[in-house]
T-cell receptor, first 114, second 119 residues
Framework: AQSVTQLDSHVSVSEGTPVLLRCNYSSSYSPSLFWYVQHPNKGLQLLLK??????LVKGINGFEAEFKKSETSFHLTKPSAHMSDAAEYFCVVSDLSSASKIIFGSGTRLSIRP | GAVVSQHPSWVICKSGTSVKIECRSL??????MFWYRQFPKQSLMLMAT?????????EQGVEKDKFLINHASLTLSTLTVTSAHPEDSSFYICSARDRSRGVGNQPQHFGDGTRLSIL
């Protein structure tokens, strides 16, 4: 069985400061992990994905995430937050046992203070 | 990149009306599409998996007769909310995977969602 936990429902940072959104997963097989961003009343946009290649994954808009198997984590980071980063972020896991299904985390709302 | 188009983006209708939502993969073929429901400030909840040429697979607790899914081609799936009532008001999102890239570790591509409001 697979599951994903986003540890923070809301994160608030000042513009120009680092962003850290935390995600822990559970998977019976080698997982694929994704981060998606959702702006208000919009669908989801893929930020980055991990699929058993390099453990440090670089995505769009300056975001990156590191797969740490020993910690079962896949935290999302960005060195310097921008106002346009304010949105809802979802950590997602899938594995070969899931028959194409993916499991969403509960989401983290990122707020950026001027 | 892969694009999924969802239409309409916003629907307001009277109670008892049936509403159809379309999900199209514009530049790739999708054997499987997914339909999600999202309540305000909550995560996405998978409603059903739409399989081209066969019946959809519904998640536990989702009424098949209420939410009719048709996947008639490799680029189009439709969700019809039959006899909609105010409690059906929600944000509905579809997604699709590019079949040419296999399953398992490929990301899903999401539509922009449909805001359904039942009066």
């Amino acid at each position: 069985a697979q599951s994903v936990t986003q540890l923070d429902s809301h994160v608030s940072v000042s513009e120009g400061t680092p962003v850290l959104l935390r995600c822990n997963y559970s998977s019976s097989y080698s997982p694929s992990l994704f981060w998606y961003v959702q702006h208000p009343n919009k669908g989801l946009q893929l930020l980055l994905k991990y699929t058993s290649a390099a453990t440090l994954v670089k995505g769009i808009n300056g975001f990156e995430a590191e797969f740490k198997k020993s910690e079962t984590s896949f935290h999302l980071t960005k060195p310097s937050a921008h106002m346009s980063d304010a949105a809802e972020y979802f950590c997602v896991v899938s594995d070969l046992s899931s028959a194409s299904k993916i499991i969403f985390g509960s989401g983290t709302r990122l707020s950026i203070r001027p | 990149g892969a694009v999924v188009s969802q239409h309409p983006s916003w629907v307001i209708c009277k109670s008892g009306t049936s509403v159809k939502i379309e999900c199209r993969s514009l530049d790739f073929q999708a054997t499987t599409m997914f339909w999600y429901r999202q309540f305000p400030k909550q995560s996405l909840m998978l409603m059903a998996t739409s399989n081209e040429g066969s019946k959809a697979t519904y998640e536990q607790g989702v009424e098949k007769d209420k939410f009719l899914i048709n996947h008639a081609s490799l680029t189009l799936s439709t969700l019809t909310v039959t006899s909609a009532h105010p409690e059906d008001s929600s944000f509905y999102i579809c997604s699709a995977r590019d079949r040419s890239r296999g399953v398992g570790n490929q990301p899903q591509h999401f539509g922009d969602g449909t805001r359904l409001s039942i009066l």
